[in-house]
């Protein structure tokens, strides 16, 4: 199921050279002073060719801390951030919702230099504080929907790739669209439409220009005064008091087997999870991708590799981090863990947009991917992050989920959102 692409060793080793010449301050550091080894704090695959051609260049071994999920690797890293650097690797894959909140204090994090032409420029935008940039883009989240076509042919329901999409709106889709086709396929099927309704409401909550905090001074939006927090919240609430959604979302113990057992047809997908789509309904055959949208689409996730200014050895882990966002590196990142490249070479490139993925019935995704993000323009940045956004969020989803577990109405579920709020006790406007 793995298409590996042999990273260009000539390409890596230029970018190695204009890494070493703009961050040394003493001159471009020779043998005797590289590591041994340089560690990666990820929580997904990197390609082991990356890690060697890496070793071939410089000498050094690359080792990845590997973590289970995104969330195990926050925590680390925030606790390592509170002790001076302590346990902390010389490199860290950070992701965007959690991205402001890690670079609370800029001086943790060592400034890197410029590589020019090589991201679409509002990656690198997230990816600096106070125009410094602070890390490398590797990935991007647009956003799509995949789709069981054998759920939804036994269901007598459009199940190409085509028909589906118009069936959830084509290009005029919208959430309430989305919806109701998931009503009209619960009438029909015994399946769920989707995984959980948590999913589609963080995409639409992404499409905010501020969601939870006022971008001009970093502050909360009091969670009872935020209406469009609210009037999302109500209509994925509501909806999922029904058959609309199995209460399984990304990450919960069961949501493999859930795809064995085809309980849903429809999972809401940033580019970044169809590999792990692909790892969980192994087997399962029928699974497909739909370009289209609802809302002219947007983006979910993506990350950026950082290094902490506490570091043995800042110069190598630099060289290391563009060594691992090269456009070769995010071509070799496509093929292993489905994630969409931010950087403009490997989106052009045709072992991206290409490249049939077997999974899904032979579908190039990269360019279905490559075409959602290019429709969803300015959107797929995503709106403001302050260092609240993640813990905020996690209040909102946790309140869909006890709708999903029938512990509380949608009315109850709102006012534990706004009293939990309440309790942080963060400054607001």
């Known amino acids: 199921m793995r298409h590996v692409r042999t990273t260009g060793t000539a390409a890596l080793a230029a970018v190695t050279t204009l890494v070493l010449a703009a961050c040394s301050t003493s001159g471009e550091p020779g043998a005797e002073d590289n590591p041994d080894v340089l560690t990666v704090a990820a929580w997904m695959d990197i390609p082991e060719e990356l890690l060697e051609s890496f070793a071939e260049e410089t000498g050094i071994t690359v080792e990845v801390n590997s973590f289970p999920d995104g969330a195990s690797a926050q925590t ?60 490398y883009g590797t990935d991007i989240g647009p956003l799509a929907i995949a789709f069981d076509s054998e759920l939804m042919e036994e269901a007598g329901l459009p199940s190409d790739p085509e028909g589906f999409a118009e069936f959830v709106g084509g290009r005029d889709a919208t959430w309430e669209s989305f919806l109701e086709a998931g009503r009209q396929f619960t009438e029909a099927s015994d399946a769920y439409w989707t995984d959980s309704m948590t999913t589609p409401m963080q995409a ?77 309904a192994a087997g399962i055959e029928g699974w497909m ?20 200014a506490t570091g043995d050895h800042v110069e190598q882990a630099i060289q290391l ?5 090269s456009a070769e590196a995010a071509v070799a990142m496509f093929h292993e863990n489905g994630q969409f ?31 959602l993000a290019a429709e969803a323009g300015d959107a797929a940045a995503g709106g403001y992050r302050g260092v609240n956004f993640a813990g905020i969020q996690t209040l909102v989803t946790d309140g869909i989920l006890r709708v999903e577990d029938g512990s509380q109405t949608p009315e109850q579920a709102w006012e534990s959102v706004v009293a939990n709020f309440d309790s942080l006790g963060l400054p607001t406007d």
């Open 341 to 371: 490249p931010s950087q403009l070479e490997a989106m052009d490139d045709p072992a991206v947009s290409e490249t049939a993925n077997p999974f899904f019935n032979d579908q190039e995704v990269g360019g279905i991917y490559g075409q």
């Open 289 to 308: 991708i739909a370009d289209v949208f609802p809302e002219g689409g947007g983006n979910w996730g993506g990350s950026f590799v950082s290094v902490p």
């Open 204 to 280: 639409a909550i992404n499409l905010l220009p501020a969601a939870f905090e006022d971008p001009d001074t970093g502050n909360a939006i009091p969670m009872s005064e935020n209406e469009p927090i609210r009037e999302i919240f109500m209509r994925f609430a509501e909806e999922a008091q029904g058959q609309a959604s199995a209460g399984i979302p990304i990450g919960h113990a069961d949501w493999g087997a859930g795809f064995q057992a085809q309980q849903w047809a429809t999972v809401i997908t940033p580019a970044w999870m169809t590999g792990i789509i692909a790892e969980n």
């Open 76 to 135: 680390v890293l925030r606790n390592g951030l509170a002790s001076d650097g302590a346990g902390l690797s010389d490199v860290h894959l950070v992701e965007l919702d959690w991205w402001t909140e890690m670079m609370a204090v800029p001086e943790d994090w060592a400034t890197l230099p410029e590589v020019e032409g090589r991201w679409v420029d509002w990656k690198v935008t997230q990816g600096s504080v106070e125009d410094e940039i602070k890390g």
């Open 321 to 325: 981090a563009a060594h691992l966002t």
